[in-house]
Nanobody, 124 residues
Framework: QAQVVESGGGTVQAGGSLKVSCTVSSYAYSWAWFRQAPGKEREGVAVLTRDNWTRYANSVKGRFTIAQENSYTVIHLHMNILNTEDTALYVC?????????????????????WGQGTQVTVSS
C-alpha cells in the first residue's frame, strides 16, 4: 500500500495565498486534492494526470492551481485569493489506473491511495 503524505497547511488571512503539497510512495497516474470542512461533505477540488490534464471544482476555478514537480514526485496545490469558505482539511488522493480525461474525477471511489490530510484555516 502506498504512503501518501501531505504538507504545507496552516493559517492565512482572507485574500492570502498558501501551498499544500503531496508525495506518494508508489506509481500513480492521477492525483487529486479533496477537502472536507466541518459539517460538510468531502469535495473534490482539483485533479492532475500524467497527461497534464487538469480539472477544478467550480468553487476554486481561477484561484487554485494543481501542479507537479520533479517528474510527478511532488504534487502541489497553489491556493490564491483564499476566503473563509476555503477552510478545511485538505486531503491528497492518488490512483495508478489509467483513466484519461475522467469526468468522474471527483468520485472518491476512483482513488486507491489516500493521505491523512493537512489543515488549512483562513481567518477573516
Amino acid at each position: 500500500q502506498a504512503q501518501v503524505v501531505e504538507s504545507g497547511g496552516g493559517t492565512v488571512q482572507a485574500g492570502g495565498s498558501l501551498k499544500v503539497s503531496c508525495t506518494v510512495s508508489s506509481y500513480a497516474y492521477s492525483w487529486a486534492w479533496f477537502r472536507q470542512a466541518p459539517g460538510k461533505e468531502r469535495e473534490g477540488v482539483a485533479v492532475l494526470t500524467r497527461d497534464n490534464w487538469t480539472r477544478y471544482a467550480n468553487s476554486v476555478k481561477g484561484r487554485f492551481t494543481i501542479a507537479q514537480e520533479n517528474s510527478y514526485t511532488v504534487i502541489h496545490l497553489h491556493m490564491n485569493i483564499l476566503n473563509t469558505e476555503d477552510t478545511a482539511l485538505y486531503v491528497c488522493a492518488a490512483d495508478p489506473a489509467f483513466y484519461p480525461y475522467d469526468q468522474n474525477w471527483q468520485d472518491e471511489a476512483r482513488y486507491k491511495y489516500w493521505g491523512q490530510g493537512t489543515q488549512v484555516t483562513v481567518s477573516s
